[in-house]
């Protein structure tokens, strides 16, 4: 039998730069690899790796595996399915870490059940057992109400990170890393992209703001979105998020969704308007620093969550919220 | 062509929107339990794997067969599949099946898949209502070797192949892929349709075909517990402490004058 070793981050890249997320996984990998006593490497397979190659040597890559990919074949999962099984084939790693990601929450349950390897997605946490020497995968299951630690049985052990779970560590460019080519990968799969739309979104961008202002189904439309979400939100400099109904309901853009399956954002405040706190939402916001609930029901899940809470209508309460803070901040 | 035929895979699941705190974990079994009065559903994106399913039916004709993996299903739960309109409802059911994760569940409906008299398109919900793993349509699709597209909010029968509006992180793109493939669908697709009386009524005169291991040529050691790739060390539900501050005022637009003035306080804008 193979012996599987060292850990395998699959990386992407954002903007000529390794993604946040990967940097993560970088972070992580190398902890978990140092007390091993092995190896990582990275796989930077992108159209435009700009400086991501040498990135990812100097966040703790010991090898980064690359490969020059067209734009259309940059973003087929199944590319990348073909690319990170390669890898795998090569490096033979014990663990492989994949954000969980756009990209990844395809990438890491195809490249199991290809390989017949096991997969744990969305993991926050990955510890090594003292015992057998292999890591434990932990991860929210039942929308975030219980935590579950996985082992693998079978190898290599995948498992796709949360976005933000894990710390980045400081680069240190003087590390050496070893650069080995993968073979190109044709998309072969009767798939077609016919066109892509992108959705303007304007202001402040969610994944990067300080504070974020969310509305909830309580928002009962569009409207509230565009006058007294938006302008707490200008007074704030925040960024408007929300809840998955109004995502749903296309009162809001699908970007602006937060949650178990919307985006993640840890920012140092976070003011829920009209949103009951479900656990799949709470999972998209926990992490914030603080959290400030406006609801009209006393009851509602979000105040065993919230730091600060206030019990009304939104109605009532953000215009004279909105014009308060205005003062404060003009002083 | 002929007209579509199309598999949807739907799960029992305890109800994910009752209140957190009514979740409890038992430690001993490593099982989530509800209180025994909150019904279970089927999962969310299930649903919306199915709306998908009956919106195509409606325009182009096809079959609907829902299959579902589990033990001891409630009829009237899963039966809602039927209710609304489905064709036809396979259940895999037996002991055996219980505890199976997402790799032992993939493999059995692999099998089933293959069972069925063809099939054009398989839908899968983009995660399920309990452990959210997301794996099975993914699974499905490499297990038979068919092509996947994920998170789709709209979904046609054109000439013969599908079209589909897949979500992308910032925005949507059109995709058209042959059959048979994969979907997995995501919530902005819609809410499943209300099941109608005429629906209901026939809904109660269907049985659903059962269908255990051995009639999908399984042996015990490849579903359930021993069929896992992944082994449940520990589940638990971490504490949480309350600690919000409510702040007042005369009425509710004092009240959020008072939120400024105790978050400026607080030294957190
Ligand atoms: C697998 C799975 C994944 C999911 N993923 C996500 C996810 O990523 N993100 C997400 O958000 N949800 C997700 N959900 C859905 C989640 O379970 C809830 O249904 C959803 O979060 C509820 O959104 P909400 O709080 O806006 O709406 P509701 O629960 O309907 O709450 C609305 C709140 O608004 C309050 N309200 C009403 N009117 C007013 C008013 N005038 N002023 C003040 N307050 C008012 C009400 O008191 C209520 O508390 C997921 C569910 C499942 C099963
Ligand atoms: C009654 C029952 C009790 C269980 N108890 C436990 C337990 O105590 N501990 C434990 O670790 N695991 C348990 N499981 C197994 C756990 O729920 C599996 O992980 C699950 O069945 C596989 O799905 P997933 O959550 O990984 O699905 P995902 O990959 O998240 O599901 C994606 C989609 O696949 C389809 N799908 C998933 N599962 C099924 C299914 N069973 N039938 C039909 N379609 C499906 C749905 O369309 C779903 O939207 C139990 C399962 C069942 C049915």
Same mark, same amino acid.
């Given at each position: 039998?193979?012996?599987?070793?060292?850990?395998?981050?699959?990386?992407?890249?954002?903007?000529?730069? +390794?993604?946040?997320? !990967?940097?993560?996984?970088?972070?992580? /990998?190398?902890? =978990? &690899?140092?007390? *091993? %006593?092995?190896? #990582? @490497?990275?796989?930077?397979?992108?159209?435009?790796?700009?400086?991501?190659?040498?990135?990812?040597?100097?966040?703790?890559?010991?090898?980064?595996?690359?490969?020059?990919?067209?734009?259309?074949?940059?973003?087929?999962?199944?590319?990348?399915?073909?690319?990170?099984?390669?890898?795998?084939?090569?490096?033979?790693?014990?663990?492989? +870490?994949?954000?969980? !990601?756009?990209?990844?929450?395809?990438? /890491?349950?195809? =490249? &199991?059940?290809? *390989? %017949?390897?096991? #997969? @744990?997605?969305?993991?926050?946490?990955?510890?090594?057992?003292?015992?057998?020497?292999?890591?434990?995968?932990?991860?929210?299951?039942?929308?975030?109400?219980?935590?579950?630690?996985?082992?693998?049985?079978?190898?290599?052990?995948?498992?796709?990170?949360?976005?933000?779970?894990?710390?980045?560590?400081?680069?240190?460019?003087?590390?050496?890393?070893?650069?080995?080519?993968?073979?190109?990968?044709?998309?072969?799969?009767?798939?077609?992209? *016919?066109?892509?739309?992108?959705?303007?979104?304007?202001?402040?961008?969610?994944?990067?703001?300080?504070?974020?202002?969310?509305?909830?189904?309580?928002?009962?439309?569009?409207?509230?979105?565009?006058?007294?979400?938006?302008?707490?939100?200008?007074?704030?400099?925040?960024?408007?998020?929300?809840?998955?109904?109004?995502?749903?309901?296309?009162?809001?853009?699908?970007?602006?969704?937060?949650?178990?399956?919307?985006?993640?954002?840890?920012?140092?405040?976070?003011?829920?308007?009209?949103?009951?706190?479900?656990?799949?939402?709470?999972?998209?916001?926990?992490?914030?620093?603080?959290?400030?609930?406006?609801?009209?029901?006393?009851?509602?899940?979000?105040?065993?969550?919230?730091?600060?809470?206030?019990?009304?209508?939104?109605?009532?309460?953000?215009?004279?919220?909105?014009?308060?803070?205005?003062?404060?901040?003009?002083? | 062509?002929?007209?579509?035929?199309?598999?949807?895979?739907?799960?029992?699941?305890?109800?994910?929107?009752?209140?957190?705190?009514?979740?409890?974990?038992?430690?001993?079994?490593?099982?989530?339990?509800?209180?025994?009065?909150?019904?279970?559903?089927?999962?969310?994106?299930?649903?919306?794997?199915?709306?998908?399913?009956?919106?195509?039916?409606?325009?182009?004709?096809?079959?609907?067969?829902?299959?579902?993996?589990?033990?001891?299903?409630?009829?009237?739960?899963?039966?809602?599949?039927?209710?609304?309109?489905?064709?036809?409802?396979?259940?895999?059911?037996?002991?055996?099946?219980?505890?199976?994760?997402?790799?032992?569940?993939?493999?059995?409906?692999?099998?089933?898949?293959?069972?069925?008299?063809?099939?054009?398109?398989?839908?899968?919900?983009?995660?399920?209502?309990?452990?959210?793993?997301?794996?099975?349509?993914?699974?499905?699709?490499?297990?038979?070797?068919?092509?996947?597209?994920?998170?789709?909010?709209?979904?046609?029968?054109?000439?013969?192949?599908?079209?589909?509006?897949?979500?992308?992180?910032?925005?949507?793109?059109?995709?058209?892929?042959?059959?048979?493939?994969?979907?997995?669908?995501?919530?902005?697709?819609?809410?499943?349709?209300?099941?109608?009386?005429?629906?209901?009524?026939?809904?109660?005169?269907?049985?659903?075909?059962?269908?255990?291991?051995?009639?999908?040529?399984?042996?015990?050691?490849?579903?359930?517990?021993?069929?896992?790739?992944?082994?449940?060390?520990?589940?638990?539900?971490?504490?949480?402490?309350?600690?919000?501050?409510?702040?007042?005022?005369?009425?509710?637009?004092?009240?959020?004058?008072?939120?400024?003035?105790?978050?400026?306080?607080?030294?957190?804008?």
């Amino acid at each position: 039998m193979k012996e599987y070793k060292g850990v395998l981050v699959y990386g992407e890249v954002a903007g000529g730069k +390794l993604s946040s997320t !990967t940097c993560e996984l970088l972070g992580c /990998g190398r902890k =978990l &690899a140092d007390e *091993l %006593g092995q190896n #990582v @490497a990275c796989v930077v397979a992108s159209d435009a790796p700009g400086d991501s190659v040498a990135e990812a040597g100097a966040r703790g890559a010991d090898a980064v595996y690359t490969a020059e990919l067209t734009k259309d074949a940059a973003g087929s999962a199944a590319v990348h399915v073909a690319l990170a099984a390669q890898a795998i084939a090569a490096a033979a790693p014990a663990v492989v +870490l994949i954000g969980h !990601t756009a990209l990844g929450r395809e990438l /890491g349950p195809r =490249l &199991a059940f290809r *390989l %017949g390897a096991a #997969v @744990a997605t969305d993991c926050i946490d990955l510890q090594i057992d003292p015992d057998s020497k292999t890591v434990v995968m932990t991860k929210p299951v039942y929308g975030g109400n219980a935590l579950a630690e996985f082992a693998a049985r079978a190898a290599p052990q995948i498992a796709t990170v949360r976005p933000k779970a894990m710390s980045a560590g400081e680069p240190n460019p003087s590390h050496p890393a070893e650069t080995i080519q993968l073979a190109a990968e044709p998309a072969t799969e009767p798939v077609k992209v *016919l066109e892509r739309v992108q959705e303007e979104v304007t202001g402040v961008k969610l994944e990067d703001a300080s504070v974020v202002v969310s509305g909830g189904r309580g928002a009962g439309g569009a409207e509230p979105f565009g006058t007294v979400l938006k302008e707490l939100a200008d007074v704030l400099h925040a960024a408007v998020g929300a809840s998955r109904p109004p995502c749903d309901n296309g009162w809001a853009p699908e970007a602006l969704h937060i949650g178990l399956t919307g985006k993640i954002v840890a920012p140092d405040l976070y003011v829920a308007v009209a949103i009951s706190g479900a656990s799949q939402h709470m999972a998209g916001c926990s992490g914030s620093k603080t959290i400030v609930a406006i609801n009209k029901d006393a009851e509602a899940n979000i105040f065993l969550e919230a730091n600060y809470g206030v019990v009304g209508k939104f109605e009532d309460v953000l215009p004279a919220f909105t014009q308060k803070l205005r003062e404060l901040l003009t002083d | 062509m002929s007209d579509l035929r199309m598999v949807v895979c739907c799960k029992q699941v305890l109800d994910p929107e009752a209140p957190p705190s009514s979740f409890k974990v038992d430690a001993k079994t490593m099982r989530m339990t509800l209180p025994p009065d909150i019904k279970q559903v089927i999962g969310q994106y299930d649903e919306f794997a199915l709306e998908a399913a009956l919106r195509i039916r409606d325009k182009a004709g096809g079959k609907i067969t829902v299959l579902s993996l589990g033990n001891n299903m409630a009829r009237d739960v899963i039966k809602k599949s039927l209710a609304v309109g489905a064709d036809e409802l396979v259940l895999l059911e037996d002991a055996a099946f219980e505890d199976s994760d997402s790799w032992s569940t993939a493999y059995a409906l692999s099998k089933a898949v293959q069972k069925l008299d063809g099939y054009d398109v398989i839908f899968c919900g983009r995660q399920s209502s309990d452990w959210d793993a997301g794996q099975v349509g993914a699974g499905l699709a490499e297990l038979l070797g068919l092509p996947v597209v994920t998170l789709a909010r709209k979904v046609e029968a054109v000439d013969g192949k599908l079209r589909i509006e897949q979500v992308i992180p910032d925005g949507y793109q059109v995709i058209e892929v042959d059959t048979p493939a994969v979907v997995t669908v995501t919530s902005e697709l819609g809410n499943l349709r209300y099941a109608i009386l005429k629906g209901i009524m026939a809904a109660a005169r269907k049985q659903p075909i059962v269908w255990t291991p051995a009639d999908l040529g399984l042996d015990t050691t490849e579903v359930g517990e021993p069929g896992r790739r992944l082994q449940l060390n520990r589940l638990f539900q971490p504490v949480k402490e309350a600690h919000c501050e409510m702040v007042e005022g005369e009425n509710a637009a004092e009240a959020g004058a008072n939120l400024a003035i105790r978050l400026r306080e607080a030294k957190l804008i």
